[in-house]
């Protein structure tokens, strides 16, 4: 059974930082690409960022670039993305997203964690 | 960057109805399209993939349809627990981008 295992998230403080993990089991992690996506409450749903199986590309949507880092730890199927000169508009659900592979491609949005919260504000 | 527009945002039908939701594309997105169903609280969840693939595990009145800019979900026969947003999906091209959402409501 996928598992998708979200932990971090919380209260900070806008120029503050964050790290979010997500701790993935039932699946061989290393062979798939890992993303996340963040939905502000009510409200619809971002891409953030993709970070492709081997760990050797990554992308951003423009709002985080410079601020946000995606990292995998292949070995412990780990996925993290660390957050940094938070605004108070990334307050926001993150959830963190596994492709789906079928015949010889790839789909995005597969299986999604539970989400964490993170709030930013003073 | 790609822009999804669906349509409606909201509707509302009664159990057993056919119920059809439209994204729409403002470049050619293939087929690379999903759909989502998000309930209040909880994580979307995928239904269909490339535009008309079930996600196995999926029930069958779940169906998706179209290409390029133009794509369709129908519900053929709406069930009570089908009461939740639906979010179409493109992955063509970065930055994925999701329409708004419809909120489907049973009457």
């Known amino acids: 059974e996928v598992q998708l295992l979200q932990s971090g998230g919380g209260l900070v403080r806008p120029g503050g930082s964050l790290r979010l993990s997500c701790a993935a089991s039932?699946?061989?992690?290393?062979?798939?690409?890992m993303s996340w996506v963040r939905q502000v409450p009510g409200k619809g749903l971002e891409w953030v960022s993709t970070l492709i199986d081997s760990g050797s590309a990554t992308y951003y949507a423009d709002s985080v670039k410079g601020r946000f880092t995606i990292s995998r730890d292949n070995s412990q199927n780990t996925l993290s993305l660390e957050m940094s000169y938070l605004r108070v508009e990334d307050t926001a659900v993150y959830y963190c997203?596994?492709?789906?592979?079928?015949?010889?491609?790839?789909?995005?949005?597969?299986?999604w964690g539970q989400g964490t919260v993170v709030t930013v504000s003073s | 960057d790609i822009k999804m527009t669906q349509s409606p945002s909201s509707l509302s039908a009664s159990v057993g109805d056919r119920v059809t939701i439209t994204c729409q594309a403002s470049q050619d997105s293939n087929h690379y399209l999903n759909w989502y169903q998000q309930k209040p609280g909880r994580a979307p969840k995928l239904l269909i993939y490339?535009?008309?693939n079930l996600k196995t595990g999926v029930p069958s009145r779940f169906s998706g349809s179209g290409s390029g800019t133009h794509f369709t979900f129908t519900v053929s026969s709406l069930q009570p627990e089908d009461a939740a947003t639906y979010y179409c999906q493109q992955y063509e091209n970065l930055p994925y981008s999701f329409g708004q959402g419809t909120k489907l409501e049973i009457k």
């Open positions: 997203v596994k492709d789906g592979h079928y015949d010889d491609s790839a789909y995005f949005g597969d299986f």
């Open positions: 039932g699946f061989t992690f290393k062979t798939f690409t």
């Open positions: 490339a535009a008309s």
